[in-house]
């Protein structure tokens, strides 16, 4: 009966851990009105290009800039269609 109940609570404790590492690809984005994401860890600037040229991969024209706080460095990015 204690090998039992041993197995169950480890099966149970892995089963936590397992949905622990898999929540965050769920979690919900903040996006603004362009399909950037927004956070308080970087800064984010809306750009406008021809569309279909680099880093426009959607097509659309538009893509995001983000500035990292800590860094300092920018990155680019397509932004998601909404």
Do not use: H
């Not at 929540?23 to 362009?34: I, S, Y």
């Not at 860890?41 to 097509?59: A, C, L, M, V």
């Not at 538009?62 to 990015?77: E, P, Q, V």
């Amino acid at each position: 009966m204690k090998r039992i109940v041993v197995l169950l609570s480890v099966v149970a404790m892995m089963v936590v851990m397992m949905a622990m590492s898999v929540a965050p690809a769920f979690a919900l984005q903040r996006m603004d009105l362009w399909g950037c994401r927004l956070s308080d860890k970087f800064y984010t600037q809306n750009e406008s290009i021809y569309p279909g040229s680099d880093p426009d991969r959607n097509g659309d024209g538009k893509y995001c800039s983000y500035m990292n706080w800590d860094t300092g460095k920018w990155r680019n990015a397509d932004n998601r269609l909404l």
